[in-house]
């Protein structure tokens, strides 16, 4: 045991002097001047970082900046708009459909529409068998009768008392005789204005329940024919054939599709700086690369008290994207505020841990591209507010961002970017 406790005592001194020995010859030798090594290592550092820099970079032929599609934006500074991004719904304009209801009680015939048929004002949509049509169309037929027997007496009655002025001018009848017959002719007069006033009244309650001219095919006599007032689109349909039906009760909506509405409910927080006439963008679930124009045009005064949120409507203006119902992203922005640097959303992206747009530079026909690290704030989908690493009026590449990473990226992995 003795003989193992020296052995392990002299192996630990001869380690610790030849440690020391060579840490004496590192701290005199040449390295400690480090004239040509240092400067080697430093001039290999900075190659690197060269060689770093300049991967950052990459020049674009004429013929591929066509191909890739690029296209190149201004930095601006500009007076920030806030925008609040919020789902909403496409719907028809309240005042641009009508619902139709049942003018009769009775039951249902026939319904010549179905959902998405188009429509035009005055069309028979829904024929109701009714006991209502059947007694105006005999009302009708006896006041025409009437009016025939009117229009008779009256016609006698004038005769009569022209006859009697002209016997009386030539002293054969009498004065008594001239005055009856003069307020015979009143009577009859009187008696046919009043039966044609109760045959318009019985042709326009006909009207009312059957319309003008002739019956569309499938209806008969028997039956009220309910018709569209304004034309457009069906909607929505309730009525059924053999359902018994009451007056008032709705049967068919009939909206016109080219007039909508946009619904959206904001958090009343993000609503205070919202009012009428601010400009709205939004884009249809089903197709979100294409953006269409709004405008706020109301505001509810309350706030809904379960989800916190406020009603705002805005109406589409220009082109008009989807349909009634669709489902919608969109910005609403409030006020303008203080001016700041802004660029395209479009020509900011994530390169290499970093957030960069890429500064553009015309070249000939080409293009030099370099991607400038950037600090950024606040953003919407079509612009970014740029807080530092870009100066107003600085050229960036707003089309192709994408394209451009993956070029600057090919050019790291191959040892640098050159022309292309």
């Known amino acids: 045991m003795m003989h193992l406790k020296k052995f392990l005592m002299m192996r630990t001194s001869r380690m610790v002097a030849s440690m020391a020995a060579t840490g004496a010859l590192l701290m005199g030798g040449p390295l400690a001047c480090g004239s040509a090594s240092d400067g080697a290592s430093e001039k290999t550092h900075t190659e690197a970082n060269s060689s770093s820099d300049m991967t950052d970079s990459a020049t674009l032929s004429a013929e591929a900046v066509t191909i890739a599609g690029f296209a190149v934006d201004t930095a601006r500074r500009l007076p920030w708009r806030s925008v609040v991004q919020v789902p909403g719904r496409l719907q028809l304009d309240p005042e641009a459909f009508e619902t139709i209801g049942s003018i009769t009680e009775g039951r249902i015939t026939h319904v010549t529409v179905r959902v998405g048929d188009r429509v035009r004002a005055g069309q028979g949509l829904v024929?109701?068998?009714?006991?209502?049509?059947?007694?105006?169309?005999?009302?009708?037929?006896?006041?025409?009768?009437?009016?025939?027997?009117?229009?008779?007496?009256?016609t006698l009655a004038i005769s009569a008392a022209e006859r009697a002025q002209r016997l009386f001018d030539s002293k054969a009848m009498s004065r008594a005789e001239l005055d009856r017959a003069v307020v015979a002719r009143t009577v009859a007069v009187s008696a046919h204005a009043r039966a044609v006033s109760d045959r318009d009244r019985a042709a326009a309650l006909v009207e009312h329940l059957a319309?003008?001219?002739?019956?569309?095919?499938g209806a008969d006599e028997h039956d009220v024919i309910i018709r569209t007032p304004i034309g457009g689109v069906v909607t929505s349909r309730i009525a059924q054939p053999g359902t018994v039906v009451l007056p008032g009760m709705a049967l068919l909506t009939v909206g016109d599709p080219t007039r909508l509405q946009l619904e959206m409910h904001v958090p009343e927080n993000a609503a205070l700086g919202i009012s009428a006439g601010h400009p709205v963008r939004y884009a249809v679930t089903d197709a979100p690369g294409s953006r269409y124009d709004a405008v706020v045009w109301r505001v509810a005064p309350t706030v809904d008290s379960l989800t916190r949120t406020i009603q705002v409507i805005a109406r589409p203006k220009g082109e008009r994207g989807g349909r009634a119902e669709s489902f919608v992203q969109a910005e609403v922005r409030g006020e303008q505020r203080d001016a700041v640097v802004q660029v395209?959303?479009?020509?900011?992206?994530?390169?290499?841990g970093d957030t960069v747009v890429f500064k553009a530079e015309q070249r000939g026909g080409g293009l030099f591209l370099q991607a400038v690290r950037v600090r950024v704030g606040r953003r919407t989908t079509e612009h970014v507010e740029v807080l530092a690493g870009v100066d107003q009026a600085m050229s960036v590449l707003s089309r192709g961002a994408a394209i451009a990473k993956a070029e600057l990226l090919r050019g790291r992995g191959g040892g640098g970017a050159g022309e292309h």
């Open 127 to 154: 024929f109701i068998h009714s006991h209502e049509i059947m007694d105006a169309r005999s009302g009708l037929r006896s006041a025409s009768a009437v009016v025939d027997a009117a229009e008779a007496e009256r």
């Open 344 to 352: 395209p959303a479009s020509a900011v992206v994530a390169f290499d």
């Open 211 to 217: 319309g003008n001219g002739p019956l569309p095919a």
